[in-house]
């Protein structure tokens, strides 16, 4: 999910009817890794049920997942948890993925959800916030469509301050702090290391499969974000940090 607001999303597609990047990930982790649910991304079995008993999704509640992909994270949170959820990508492609059981899917922005104010009780958007070009703009606007009470969780890579510049550096607690939110919680996802860099470590490996499974275009997209983040791996840490409208 990005704020280019386009219509389709070609390298989605791509990536959907793939079943190589969901192999290479449940290699990376093992029984963590939630194959059914095949997230385009870091999230665990772990990670997912702390997300629901920090977040206290209840049934009757309203759940917005922010960058849904196919929707499958939020429903199985939704269903787990007894929630109504509303799923929203900026990608028709990824849209038309999008699993029975999801009541309200939509086409929107970061910055731009087209939800009422103070609309939802509780909110996600797990490793899809890097894909945002402003990333303070989508925590106003998420800021907005919480009601006064309501909690979030994002799931993120961050660049650690005192390893880079810091105009390189990602500090989530800050922005969400700018924004307007309270941060709760902010820690490093434990035993997050060794898999995600497993993960990337496959793509490269596997650059010639992901070649002829994906098409050259799409996989140089992703061989590219794997060598990016593997030169520079001792850099980053990957985040959940849980929050609430005040």
Do not use: K
């Not at 209840?58 to 199985?76: A, Q, V």
């Not at 929107?108 to 490793?127: R, Y």
């Amino acid at each position: 999910m990005t704020e280019a607001g386009a219509d389709d999303d070609p390298a989605y597609a791509v990536i959907a009817r793939s079943d190589l990047l969901p192999r290479l990930a449940e290699e990376a982790f093992g029984a963590e890794y939630p194959r059914e649910l095949r997230p385009y991304g870091f999230t665990t079995w772990s990670l997912l049920r702390e997300i629901g008993q920090r977040l206290g999704i209840r049934t009757g509640r309203t759940l917005l997942d922010l960058g849904t992909g196919d929707g499958s994270i939020g429903l199985w949170l939704a269903q787990e948890y007894g929630a109504r959820l509303i799923a929203l990508d900026f990608s028709a492609e990824a849209l038309r993925a999008v699993r029975r059981g999801v009541r309200e899917p939509g086409q929107a922005t970061f910055t731009d959800t087209g939800l009422a104010a103070g609309s939802v009780d509780a909110a996600v958007c797990l490793d899809a916030l890097r894909y945002c070009s402003d990333q303070p703009g989508a925590l106003r606007e998420l800021r907005r469509v919480l009601r006064p009470g309501g909690l979030f969780a994002l799931s993120a890579l961050e660049t650690v301050a005192d390893a880079v510049p810091d105009e390189d550096a990602t500090d989530y607690r800050r922005l969400v702090t700018d924004a307007g939110l309270l941060v709760l919680h902010h820690a490093e996802v434990s035993g997050w290391r060794e898999p995600i860099r497993r993960n990337f470590e496959l793509w490269v490996a596997n650059a010639d499969r992901l070649r002829a499974e994906l098409g050259p275009a799409v996989a140089t997209r992703l061989l590219d974000e794997a060598a990016g983040v593997l030169a520079r791996f001792a850099e980053h840490r990957y985040v959940l940090v849980v929050g609430a409208r005040p």
